[in-house]
């Protein structure tokens, strides 16, 4: 079966373009991937998708890949949409889930970008790879050129954690530790396309990544039987998965395939020390300055600006959300109170969307019988490094334990 695509679409301003090259930007911005939904709406239903094996890849008809033997895949399951009682009591909740995408090859969401940009890049040819990551993005793209017999070329900066480092390098890439920021290394790719001839799978940079991404609200309403929840709360670096979701939640209401007409308020969450989004927010603007000096444990929204910015920005304001930045103080302590309460893997992203949760919700933004579902972007064992480990007890096994200190310590 071929796709339903008719063209891709100048995001700046609507300039149509046509599908059947790899083409990248038009302004410098980004583009959207457009399909037939006439067609795909003869041609599919939510029944058939349900009744489909359990992966992203369930929503063919939606997608960019023309033939499933043209799908680069490690096997990108649908997530766990998991509902988070404990969590919800103690932020003063009464319905809160978490679509946990720790479960994703390679540990975090970015497979499904992937996924869909290394599969894109193979059907039009592409040998080599290079990508700009603040971390994740770096080790999934490793991945997936690796499963695409392809090279891969990752730019990271230099105190990017451990873990992405080695995930790259394990899966066979050609790694650079830069020092700077993500935008810096951006800059390097770049530089390098012209003498080094490899396509640039950086965030919105191409069309097809969105498209991957997409799938996490595809799976949302499913999960929710095609009614939407409220509010989404989501963690925001590029911006993929924010606008992505939004991409598919209008499609599924152009398809008629909701229950409900009702749009969930999108939240971008990031932190106070790289908030370029949330500034450019509150500040009614149409695009994000670069944010100065930008820091923040959370390392994959790390991003202090993005071709994708307005795009974002629209996706809040259409859907009636708001922007929050939380101060990394916050963010390690939700990140931690929430995995206590819950036992799933969160990630110091999703934590900064629980710190901003629990301010929406003492704000009175969010009442407390609304449906919020938190996006954890990445598994906690990437983040080893952001747990103070030293002042753990010591014990030796040939000296007598004092077990009542122990207790009370
Ligand atoms: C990349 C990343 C984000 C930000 O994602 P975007 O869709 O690019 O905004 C959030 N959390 C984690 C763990 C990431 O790796």
Redesign the pocket.
């Known amino acids: 079966m071929g796709t339903f695509v008719t063209h891709l679409e100048a995001a700046i301003d609507g300039t149509r373009l046509p599908k059947d090259q790899l083409l990248t930007m038009h302004q410098d911005r980004p583009l959207w991937v457009r399909y037939d939904l006439e067609a795909v709406r003869q041609a599919a239903s939510p029944e058939q998708w349900s009744r489909r094996e359990a992966t992203m890849w369930r929503y063919d008809e939606l997608l960019p890949v023309p033939r499933p033997q043209e799908r680069v895949s490690l096997g990108e399951g649908i997530t766990p949409l998991l509902p988070c009682p404990r969590l919800g009591r103690e932020l003063g909740l009464e319905q809160l889930w978490v679509k946990d995408e720790s479960h994703l090859p390679t540990g975090?969401?970015?497979s499904r970008?992937q996924a869909m940009a290394i599969s894109m890049a193979r059907h039009f040819g592409v040998q080599r790879v290079a990508i700009p990551t603040?971390?994740?993005?770096g080790g999934a793209m490793a991945a997936y050129a690796a499963r695409a017999g392809m090279e891969a070329w990752v730019f990271m900066p230099e105190d990017t954690p451990q873990v992405n480092v080695a995930e790259a390098v394990l899966a066979g890439a050609r790694v650079f530790l830069v020092r700077g920021v993500i935008t810096d290394c951006g800059r390097l790719v770049r530089q390098g396309m012209e003498p080094m001839q490899w396509f640039d799978v950086s965030?919105l940079k191409e069309p097809y990544r969105l498209e991957g991404?997409k799938t996490m609200g595809l799976e949302l309403a499913e999960q929710f039987q095609w009614q939407l929840p409220d509010v989404i709360l989501?963690?925001?670096?590029?911006?993929?998965?924010?606008?992505?979701m939004w991409k598919a939640f209008q499609e599924l209401r152009a398809l008629g395939f909701l229950r409900s007409q009702r749009m969930p308020r999108m939240v971008a969450v990031q932190s106070a020390g790289c908030a370029p989004v949330v500034r450019a927010f509150e500040r009614g603007e149409r695009f994000a300055e670069p944010f100065p000096n930008p820091h923040t444990v959370?390392?994959?929204?790390r991003?202090p600006a993005?071709v994708g910015d307005f795009m974002?920005l629209d996706v809040l304001r259409e859907s009636q959300g708001t922007a929050v930045a939380v101060p990394d103080e916050e963010i390690l302590l939700w990140t931690a109170r929430a995995t206590a309460a819950e036992g799933i893997s969160f990630?110091p992203?999703?934590g900064a969307c629980v710190a901003a949760l629990k301010h929406l919700v003492d704000r009175g933004w969010i009442g407390r019988e609304e449906q919020v579902v938190v996006f954890n972007?990445?598994g906690s064992q990437?983040y080893g490094h952001l747990v103070p480990l030293d002042q753990l007890p010591r014990l030796d096994p040939d000296q007598q334990v004092d077990w009542d200190r122990l207790a009370e310590a």
Request: net charge positive.
């Open positions: 975090s969401f970015k970008g603040a971390g994740n993005a965030t991404k989501y963690p925001t670096g590029g911006g993929t998965g924010l606008i992505g959370a390392s994959g929204i991003v993005a974002m990630c992203e999703a972007t990445a990437k």
